[in-house]
Structure formats: C-alpha cells, structure tokens
C-alpha cells in the first residue's frame, strides 16, 4: 500500500465523512459514500496526481455520491424507518446536551418569523436550499440571507456558551 | 479570500444545511486550518448539533475506516485474479448447495409446526423466525410458528404493535387480526386494534394490503387503512400521526404542537399519566424533535418552553409554572 495515499486517506477521511452527513443526514450511509469515494480514487490512482487533483476529485465524488444516495428514495425511507435503539452518554455529556436543546428552543423560536421558518425547514425537515425556496416561494439567495442570519442571532444568544456549561456542571456537583 | 482569519458565517450556514458545492465545502475545510478558525467553527457546530434531537453527526474512527478500505481493495484484487478452474469448482458448489436446499425444503414441510405464542406486559420487541421485527405495546398478544413454512409467513395477532418486516418477494408475511388479514412483502408499519370497534394500520414504509372477507384496501407509506367493526367496511386516509406509535420508534417530532397534545403523546408512549396545572399555557406550540430520548429529557426540554417544571413520581407527572410555588 502506497504511503501517500495513506497519508491522504488520513487527512480527509472525517472531513469527507461530515460533508456526507450534513447531505444524507445517516452516519452509516456517510461512511459507505465516503469508502465508496476513495474506492473510485483508488482505482484512478495511476491517472490522477493526488497532490494537485486529489482533493478535488474526492469532494466531487463525495458530493454526487451522497446527492444519487438522497435521490434514491429507498435509502430516505429506511432513513425514517431506522431504530437506533443504543444511545449511551456520560452525564457530563447528556447535561450539557440537555442543558443546551432547552436553551436553543427557546433561542430558535425567538428568531424573526421567516428567519425560524427558514431555520427549521434546513434543520428539523433537512431540506436543502434549493428545496426551501421552493417550498416558500423565495430566491435560494434569500433563503442563504435567511440562514446566515438565523446561525448569527444563535451564535450571539450563545456566546456564553462555555459559562452556561460550566454552570451546568458545578450545578450537578452541588446536588451531588 | 484575503481575509483567512475569519469564518465565513453564510458558508458554514450555507455547509450545515448540506446545500455547499464541493468548491465551497474545500474552502471552507481549508479555512480551519487555522485554530481560531477551527474554534469559532466547532462552537458552530456544537450549537447546530443540539439545536435538535436527531440528524447528528457522529465522529469517525479513521484508523477502523482505513482497515476496512484496505480489507476491500484487497477482496478487488482477488476478484479479477478468478481463473477458469475457480469458476467450475464454483458451478459445482451451486449445484451442491440447491440439491441440499432442496431436500431440506422437502423436508421441513414434512415437519410440524409448533406455535409460539407471546403476551407483553410492558413495551418489547419480539424477533420472528425470518428476522422481521414486532415492537409490542403492553397487554398484546402474538403467535407465529417456530419456522416460517416455505409459501408464506403467518402471524396471528391482538392489541398493538409496529411491525419491520424483512423483505421477500417470494414469501408474504401476513398478520391476522379477527377478521382482518394484513397483508406485505417488506415494510414497516404499526397495527392498533380496539376491541369490537376498529383496526388501524399505519404505514411507515412501503405499501400493505388490508383484506376483510370481501374488501381490499392498499395502504401506502404516510396514509392509514381503518376497518370499522359495526360496518365492516375497510376506509383509507391519506395521513398518518407518527407521533401515535412512539412508544415503538422513540421518535417524536412536534411542529407547533400544542403543550397539552404533546404531553398525551408522552403519556402514551411511556405509560404515565401527566396532569398539567392550569398555571401553565397548555395550549403554546412546542416545535421540536426527539430520538431515542428519555421522558425526563423531554420533559425537560419542553417544560421549559412553556416556563414551567415536573415533578415525577413512580407512573404521575404533575406539570406546573415555575413561578407558582
């Protein structure tokens, strides 16, 4: 095994691997896309210079990967469908999570109507942009206005985030 | 780019809704090489990570990816190497295996089949002979035999339960309840009987036939077959209330929903009885979306919506405002 494709496999594997998930929204089917990517490049790898080419084939492989993988409607359906029943968190983890679901719902309903609405649709429906517009009747640009706005307003409601956490932990120390 | 020492908010915006062109996605990548970046990203990413309960991304253990890459292009290799001495010693092998599956078949419709029958009383899942699955709701009941025969898959069943069923064409699974038959050849689906009044089928996934002694309906994924016991007549609706089979699939999503119906989802899915104060506003929309969470984080999350709190003990709930103490 060539030790510069290792190298490259290392650098870019979670990186690809996040890109795949923010598009098909399933932590196993990413990973497949992502393996199946590097696959491909594997065998063009006398074709293709992976210093200078590498990259860019792989995150277009990964993306018309994981756009086929959204299209077929068989893998949405057993998306809906699949029962992941382990769910194991420390405590530190499940408060600090539970700490912040509770804040960010209240945050996310205090955002401007079409700026929620917007919100919402990308992160509780997984719709993409393109799909959003439509839905609203609005310019993708607008609905890009929209989500950078939504993601400002959180990040500015949250810039306290490391105190809230904090405070969350000393909290459950004391009731211990 | 001339400015590389700040996160593009619109680009990340733009990468988190899964809407970024490869183009964009690698200079963004590329942008967190630097630490400050890096830092105002994950911050980023943690608050769209709990913004709600499912859609997360998990972290990837390179090392077990690079393994099972090497492990594949190495099964390739082998692949073209097939010569033409492999190809007979694997005809042969066919013929060998489909005798064998042969005589078994003969054989196991020969055999008796001996019936396992299940009672619930508390939520459970229940794996069947062909590795379907049946998420049972507390006082149902179930039978099947201990082997599928070869022409079908027959289920008798009573009460409610969300069925997965593992695919084959050639094989369909068919639940009986009373009168009805159920009828499919892959999908996930929840059953829920009310004695003498009706039987209700609810479709997650795929397609599922209802017969009564004269009628059939088919039920498509997100619509609801009903069959009326008074009327024997079967009736389809082009819904179906995911929320209602949660006790099976952990999953609750709510859209504007209001407090009070929110909670007697709860009450239905984890078998407690919760009684609101009339200090809280009931009615308030709670929009969020739960995965394989507990009723207390629930709780917690869309008490707190409402500004109100919980107090829990043993199956009751009392849910009151956080100012009437």
Same mark, same amino acid.
């Given at each position: 095994?060539?030790?510069?494709?290792?190298?490259?496999?290392?650098?870019?594997?979670?990186?690809?691997?996040?890109?795949?998930?923010?598009?098909?929204?399933?932590?196993?089917?990413?990973?497949?896309?992502?393996?199946?990517?590097?696959?491909?490049?594997?065998?063009?790898?006398?074709?293709?210079?992976?210093?200078?080419?590498?990259?860019?084939?792989?995150?277009?492989?990964?993306?018309?990967?994981?756009?086929?993988?959204?299209?077929?409607?068989?893998?949405?359906?057993?998306?809906?469908?699949?029962?992941?029943?382990?769910?194991?968190?420390?405590?530190?983890?499940?408060?600090?999570?539970?700490?912040?679901?509770?804040?960010?719902?209240?945050?996310?309903?205090?955002?401007?109507?079409?700026?929620?609405?917007?919100?919402?649709?990308?992160?509780?429906?997984?719709?993409?942009?393109?799909?959003?517009?439509?839905?609203?009747?609005?310019?993708?640009?607008?609905?890009?206005?929209?989500?950078?706005?939504?993601?400002?307003?959180?990040?500015?409601?949250?810039?306290?985030?490391?105190?809230?956490?904090?405070?969350?932990?000393?909290?459950?120390?004391?009731?211990? | 780019?001339?400015?590389?020492?700040?996160?593009?908010?619109?680009?990340?915006?733009?990468?988190?809704?899964?809407?970024?062109?490869?183009?964009?996605?690698?200079?963004?990548?590329?942008?967190?090489?630097?630490?400050?970046?890096?830092?105002?990203?994950?911050?980023?990413?943690?608050?769209?990570?709990?913004?709600?309960?499912?859609?997360?991304?998990?972290?990837?253990?390179?090392?077990?990816?690079?393994?099972?890459?090497?492990?594949?292009?190495?099964?390739?290799?082998?692949?073209?190497?097939?010569?033409?001495?492999?190809?007979?010693?694997?005809?042969?092998?066919?013929?060998? *295996?489909?005798?064998?599956?042969?005589?078994?078949?003969?054989?196991?419709?020969?055999?008796?089949?001996?019936?396992?029958?299940?009672?619930?009383?508390? *939520?459970?899942?229940?794996?069947?002979?062909?590795?379907?699955?049946?998420?049972?709701?507390?006082?149902?009941?179930?039978?099947?035999?201990?082997?599928?025969?070869?022409?079908?898959?027959?289920?008798?069943?009573?009460?409610?339960?969300?069925?997965?069923?593992?695919?084959?064409?050639?094989?369909?699974?068919?639940?009986?309840?009373?009168?009805?038959? *159920?009828?499919?050849?892959?999908?996930?689906?929840?059953?829920?009987?009310?004695?003498?009044?009706?039987?209700?089928?609810?479709?997650?996934?795929?397609?599922?036939?209802?017969?009564?002694?004269?009628?059939?309906?088919?039920?498509?994924?997100?619509?609801?077959? #009903?069959?009326?016991?008074?009327?024997?007549?079967?009736?389809?609706?082009?819904?179906?209330? #995911?929320?209602?089979?949660?006790?099976?699939?952990?999953?609750?999503?709510?859209?504007?929903?209001?407090?009070?119906?929110?909670?007697?989802?709860?009450?239905?899915?984890?078998?407690?009885?919760?009684?609101?104060?009339?200090?809280?506003?009931?009615?308030?929309?709670?929009?969020?979306?739960?995965?394989?969470?507990?009723?207390?984080?629930?709780?917690?999350?869309?008490?707190?919506?409402?500004?109100?709190?919980? *107090?829990?003990?043993?199956? #009751?709930?009392? #849910?009151?405002?956080?100012?009437?103490?």
């Amino acid at each position: 095994m060539e030790q510069s494709f290792k190298d490259f496999f290392y650098q870019y594997f979670d990186k690809l691997h996040a890109y795949a998930h923010t598009i098909v929204l399933d932590n196993a089917e990413a990973k497949d896309i992502v393996q199946h990517a590097f696959i491909k490049l594997w065998e063009r790898r006398s074709a293709i210079n992976l210093q200078n080419d590498g990259a860019r084939y792989i995150y277009r492989a990964v993306y018309n990967l994981s756009l086929n993988a959204v299209r077929n409607k068989a893998t949405r359906d057993k998306h809906n469908a699949s029962l992941t029943a382990s769910n194991v968190y420390s405590i530190r983890h499940y408060v600090e999570e539970k700490e912040l679901a509770a804040r960010l719902t209240s945050g996310i309903e205090n955002l401007p109507e079409k700026c929620r609405e917007v919100f919402k649709k990308s992160r509780y429906d997984g719709l993409k942009y393109a799909e959003i517009a439509n839905a609203m009747g609005i310019s993708i640009k607008t609905v890009e206005v929209h989500m950078t706005k939504a993601l400002k307003m959180l990040k500015e409601q949250f810039s306290d985030l490391a105190i809230i956490l904090f405070a969350a932990l000393i909290s459950i120390i004391n009731k211990i | 780019m001339s400015n590389k020492k700040e996160l593009s908010i619109s680009l990340t915006a733009k990468y988190f809704s899964g809407s970024a062109t490869p183009d964009e996605v690698m200079e963004l990548h590329e942008s967190l090489n630097d630490p400050e970046v890096k830092a105002e990203f994950d911050k980023m990413s943690k608050l769209w990570q709990a913004s709600a309960g499912n859609n997360i991304h998990n972290d990837i253990n390179t090392d077990e990816a690079w393994q099972e890459f090497s492990a594949k292009i190495k099964m390739k290799k082998g692949k073209t190497g097939l010569k033409a001495y492999y190809k007979y010693m694997l005809a042969a092998c066919v013929v060998g *295996i489909i005798l064998t599956v042969a005589i078994l078949y003969k054989f196991s419709n020969q055999q008796v089949e001996k019936q396992q029958q299940y009672t619930s009383t508390t *939520i459970s899942t229940r794996r069947l002979p062909d590795s379907s699955t049946a998420v049972m709701n507390v006082n149902s009941n179930i039978s099947f035999p201990e082997r599928f025969n070869a022409v079908t898959r027959e289920v008798a069943f009573e009460g409610e339960g969300f069925f997965d069923v593992t695919p084959d064409k050639h094989k369909p699974f068919e639940i009986t309840v009373d009168d009805i038959k *159920i009828k499919v050849v892959g999908t996930s689906f929840n059953v829920r009987q009310i004695k003498q009044q009706l039987i209700e089928v609810q479709v997650v996934t795929g397609i599922v036939e209802m017969h009564s002694a004269d009628k059939m309906i088919s039920i498509s994924k997100g619509q609801r077959g #009903i069959y009326d016991y008074s009327g024997k007549s079967l009736g389809l609706e082009n819904n179906t209330d #995911i929320n209602s089979f949660s006790y099976a699939t952990k999953q609750f999503i709510f859209n504007d929903t209001p407090f009070r119906t929110a909670c007697k989802y709860l009450e239905k899915a984890f078998h407690v009885n919760i009684k609101i104060d009339d200090s809280v506003s009931s009615e308030s929309g709670i929009t969020s979306s739960f995965k394989n969470k507990s009723l207390e984080y629930i709780l917690d999350v869309i008490c707190s919506t409402v500004n109100a709190e919980y *107090i829990k003990h043993n199956d #009751i709930i009392i #849910i009151k405002n956080n100012n009437s103490k």
